[in-house]
């Protein structure tokens, strides 16, 4: 079973950046091909942000963040990154890591989540 715990959440002001990582624990490398960092706003529905395929790196990223976030990967120690640059107000949320399984269109393991929020 493929367990994932993010750290690295908090408060920063507009135009701030922060740093999350998503360690992932059991399963197979299959289980887990697909990283993806997701968040929730209040009152608004889950929205996946970024997206790494662990076998050939590519990245995919929602259009409200290119050029803002980033996200990469450690193999070596099982932990996906996304940082954050110049965060905007709108970016407040719980951001959570999930991962599926190779050929997978379901996200199929969940992280606890962690909360941004950036202040204006």
């Known amino acids: 079973q493929v367990q994932l715990a993010e750290s690295g959440g908090g408060v920063v002001r507009a135009g701030g950046s922060l740093s999350l990582s998503c360690t992932a624990s059991?399963?197979?490398?299959?289980?887990?091909?697909?990283m993806g960092w997701f968040r929730q706003a209040p009152g608004k529905e889950r929205e996946l942000v970024a997206a790494?395929?662990?076998?050939?790196?590519?990245?995919h990223y929602q259009d409200s963040v290119k050029g803002r976030f980033t996200i990469s990967r450690d193999s070596a120690k099982n932990t996906v990154y996304l940082r954050t640059d110049n965060l905007k107000p709108e970016d407040t949320g719980v951001y959570f890591c999930?991962?599926?399984?190779?050929?997978?269109?379901?996200?199929?393991?969940w992280g606890q989540g962690t909360q941004v929020t950036v202040s204006s």
């Open positions: 999930a991962a599926k399984p190779r050929y997978s269109s379901d996200w199929t393991h």
């Open positions: 059991g399963g197979s490398s299959f289980s887990r091909d697909n």
């Open positions: 790494i395929n662990l076998s050939n790196n590519i990245k």
